[in-house]
């Protein structure tokens, strides 16, 4: 086998070779970058082919024949080569068909000026026999219309190689991989063909493209070439602060930004891309779906993810990326919303408690409604029973005003608390703490409750350091200790002790006051450990049923100084309620006037 056949030889298996990347091309032909691949490996196939025949050729009719093969793809190559490049980049989108038209008009006239050479010889001039040299066995003289088709081919190459530089450096490396291997499918040619200018009378163009063909195999299997192109891609990645995951139109992973890993560690674990989706993320089977199933149009859903102690809240948007109205990938992307469900997380406990306060405003009506009318109706009757008693001895005249003034005070007091109670609940109580002496504070309050104290005979008492200083709303701090104490007093027999006590612990002051009475009962003392605003309790003696008030209001307004309230009791013993406050020793001291 001779040179010429060795080299015919290998023409055809390139041409071989470019026709399986078109099959490849093929197969991705929803593609318009794979449309434009079949076309120029086609072409490419038809110049190498036509080449091969050519230097089989034995006369001047089987030479032109030839040159008519490879004339089906030489004129058109490298302009389907720049327009590859174009719709790579994404350029022009809106005018690629007007840029087909004005692209394609040279080349789509050389190729009739070739088919009708010999009527005007602007292409080739005329055909020289190769006399002692068997390639190439006829010598061209080439014409205007060849010098200018081939000025045409490097100027388009180079606006090529112009536009993929920019894009070179702002893509990520899978796309800098894409753009060499598109870039060496038209540099090798161009560099054989540039063999002509030094005298080389042997085209080598079209072996050339048997290397381009070898490239665009390599890029096609292993750097997903036609599955994907960064129309999208270049612009996605430069700012943007949401989780972004790039997948072809086959459900493969082709890339993603350091924010999408943050969401998907999986996506880390990978080391070769594309992937597919589900091999990538086999622990997110919700979201597999959702990309698996998504229709054409652009489709939004929930997604939680799961951490070591917290959870994350998403909002995923999946949408198609089209290249000329053709689907050619999708992009999911992640906005992180975990913010706005813990806040839609307190607007739902927010209402929550508009409801039960609602609820309990109501139920407060019907407490204070049953409250308010036992007091009234025993008024009635100790009045009517007044009347009666006008004739009666002087001593039985004063128990009964006694007991009718008693009355009429507890009543008194029970309004008091509910109202300070709902301007509490409302926010229209001002909170203004200043620093006071407690026990200059604690002895003003056993003197406005030392005239109910002497009716009974009790003793009251305060082991109160005079240097303690709290931090306090005065009117706040007088109800706290007028509540204790009116109950103390109430449930503290004839001839009693009440003491109030304070220590300083820490930046903290714990008031105590304590009684010997009758103490608290077991369920009494189990409805106020739940802290119920509401509960029935006996009433007995002279309680109308406002100590349920009275402590709900102290333990409210100790909570808005920062403290607890809390009790110890046993029945028959005694009982000891004791707060915080924050306080300290000395400090600057407002007149408790």
């Known amino acids: 086998m001779d040179k010429i056949q060795w080299m015919s030889l290998l023409l055809f298996l390139a041409a071989a070779l470019m026709v399986y990347v078109a099959f490849l091309s093929y197969q991705k032909r929803h593609l318009p970058i794979a449309k434009t691949m079949i076309l120029i490996m086609v072409g490419a196939a038809c110049y190498a082919t036509g080449y091969a025949v050519e230097l089989l050729s034995r006369n001047l009719f089987e030479v032109k024949l030839a040159l008519q093969i490879e004339y089906l793809g030489i004129p058109f190559i490298s302009t389907l080569w720049f327009f590859q490049v174009i719709q790579f980049t994404g350029i022009a989108a809106r005018y690629r068909k007007r840029l087909v038209l004005v692209l394609f008009v040279i080349p789509a006239t050389i190729f009739f000026l070739h088919l009708t050479n010999d009527w005007h010889h602007l292409i080739y001039k005329s055909y020289n026999l190769n006399e002692g040299v068997s390639i190439p066995l006829y010598k061209t003289d080439k014409g205007l219309g060849y010098e200018v088709h081939t000025l045409y081919n490097y100027f388009v190459i180079v606006c090529g190689f112009f536009l993929f530089i920019p894009m070179y450096w702002r893509s990520s490396r899978i796309v800098r991989k894409q753009v060499i291997v598109l870039s060496m499918g038209a540099a090798v040619p161009l560099m054989f063909n540039m063999l002509l200018w030094f005298g080389v009378v042997v085209d080598l163009t079209p072996f050339g493209f048997a290397v381009s063909g070898v490239v665009y195999v390599w890029g096609i299997l292993r750097f997903n070439l036609l599955k994907f192109t960064p129309l999208a891609l270049t612009q996605v990645f430069d700012t943007i602060r949401d989780g972004v995951v790039l997948l072809d139109y086959e459900d493969q992973i082709v890339s993603y930004n350091s924010a999408a890993e943050e969401v998907l560690p999986e996506l880390g674990l990978t080391k070769h891309y594309p992937a597919y989706v589900g091999e990538v993320l086999p622990s997110s089977p919700e979201l597999v779906e959702h990309i698996r199933t998504a229709s054409t149009g652009d489709e939004r859903f929930s997604f939680q993810r799961f951490h070591a102690n917290y959870s994350k809240h998403y909002h995923c948007n999946l949408a198609f990326i089209y290249d000329s109205g053709t689907p050619i990938g999708k992009i999911l992307m992640f906005n992180d919303i975990t913010e706005l469900k813990d806040n839609e997380t307190r607007l739902r406990e927010n209402a929550r408690q508009l409801s039960e306060l609602n609820t309990f405003k109501d139920k407060m009506f019907t407490v204070v409604a049953h409250d308010i009318r036992d007091p009234i109706a025993i008024l009635v009757s100790l009045t009517e029973l007044l009347g009666e008693e006008l004739a009666a001895t002087e001593a039985q005249h004063v128990e009964v005003f006694r007991e009718l003034q008693g009355q009429v ?182 007149s408790n006037n």
């Open 409 to 590: 005070q507890g009543t008194f007091n029970l309004v008091e608390n509910l109202l300070d109670w709902y301007r509490s609940q409302k926010g229209r109580v001002v909170f203004r703490p200043l620093d006071w002496n407690l026990q200059q504070v604690v002895r003003q309050s056993l003197s406005l409750a030392g005239a109910k104290a002497s009716m009974k005979q009790i003793r009251m008492t305060e082991r109160i350091d005079e240097k303690l200083a709290v931090s306090a709303d005065k009117e706040m701090l007088d109800l706290i200790l007028r509540n204790l104490l009116s109950n103390a007093i109430k449930f503290t027999g004839f001839g009693g002790v009440i003491e109030i006590g304070a220590v300083l612990e820490g930046d903290r002051i714990i008031v105590s006051i304590c009684d010997n009475g009758e103490g608290i009962d077991e369920k009494t003392a189990e409805l106020l450990s739940l802290n119920e605003q509401f509960f029935k309790m006996p009433v007995t003696g002279d309680d109308p049923g406002n100590m349920r008030f009275g402590l709900v209001l102290a333990s409210q307004f100790v909570s808005i100084h920062g403290g607890s309230l809390w009790f110890n009791s046993a029945p028959g013993v005694g009982t000891t309620f004791s707060f915080t406050l924050p306080g300290q020793v000395g400090g600057r001291k407002h």
